[in-house]
């Protein structure tokens, strides 16, 4: 019924987040690179970046879910959007996006947090694996 | 039969993702990320489904059956759209303004 409006809202709210965290994280980059007068290269995927995958694989999903609930008639061009609030069904799409929209959600938010603990690991190898005189 | 075209099109995009070199220059990666993303969700719908029909869910009528497979083609196709539109936006190649130049 409106289920891909869970992810959607999440999405939204993982790409407020990303924009602010990758503003600090530069602003911290500039900082380093003055005081220590040098640039240093950092391995590590920045943190705003592993939200951007989150986000992406949200807004992606949400993007063809809504154009399944426009091809089963689901959503519409015109106000109120949703056939089940026009319909009086709105209780039923509200225990939906309850049930099976806040699911795809935390699905998807449980595979990114693999994707990041794997990615994590790789880079503390990568570092590991490094030799001696690179780390200085 | 819409999970399943998903989850196709997500592996073979992403393996032209990994296998071919210049595959993030030319924004596959949108692709990855749209196919898991949407395979993801319908894996969790089919999940609700098969809870509420049980074993009936793996027999659908032929009628449906066609009407997923044509939905699923349709999702492939509207993610290529959304992709080759941001591929020629972008035009990391710079294809594009090649053409316009040559016009003008």
Redesign the interface.
């Known amino acids: 019924m409106a ?2 409006a869970v ?1 959607a809202v999440e999405a939204i709210a993982v790409t407020a987040v990303a924009y602010i965290l990758q503003k600090k994280e530069a602003a911290r980059s500039l900082q380093v690179v003055k005081t220590e007068g040098a640039e240093i290269e950092d391995n590590k995927t920045p943190f705003s970046k592993k939200l951007k ?1 989150l986000r ?10 809504a ?2 609930h426009v ?1 089963h008639g689901e959503v519409v061009p015109w106000f109120p959007f949703l056939t089940a609030v026009q319909n009086g069904e709105a209780a039923q799409m509200l225990h939906e996006m309850a ?2 929209g806040v ?2 959600a935390a ?2 938010t449980l ?1 990114w947090v693999g994707m990041v603990l794997v990615t994590n690991a790789l880079e503390k190898r990568a570092v590991k694996l490094q030799p001696h005189s690179a780390k200085n | 039969m ?1 999970l399943l075209i ?1 989850v196709f099109a997500a592996v073979i995009a992403t393996a032209v993702w990994y296998v071919k070199p210049d595959a993030a220059r030319h924004k596959v ?2 692709l990855v ?13 089919a ?2 489904e098969f809870i509420e029909l049980k074993a009936a869910y793996f027999t659908p009528e032929p009628a449906d059956m066609l009407n997923d497979a044509f ?1 699923g083609l ?2 492939v196709a ?2 290529l759209v ?1 992709w080759i539109v941001v591929l020629l936006v972008k035009d990391p190649d710079g294809r594009v303004r090649d053409a316009l130049r040559r016009k003008k």
């Open positions: 289920c891909f992810p995958w992406n694989l949200l807004f992606g999903g949400a993007l063809l879910l154009f399944e091809w049930t099976v699911s795809m699905l998807i595979v | 819409t998903a990666g949108l990320w749209m196919y898991w993303g949407a395979a993801l969700m319908w894996l969790v719908d999940v609700f939905l349709s999702v509207l993610a959304v």
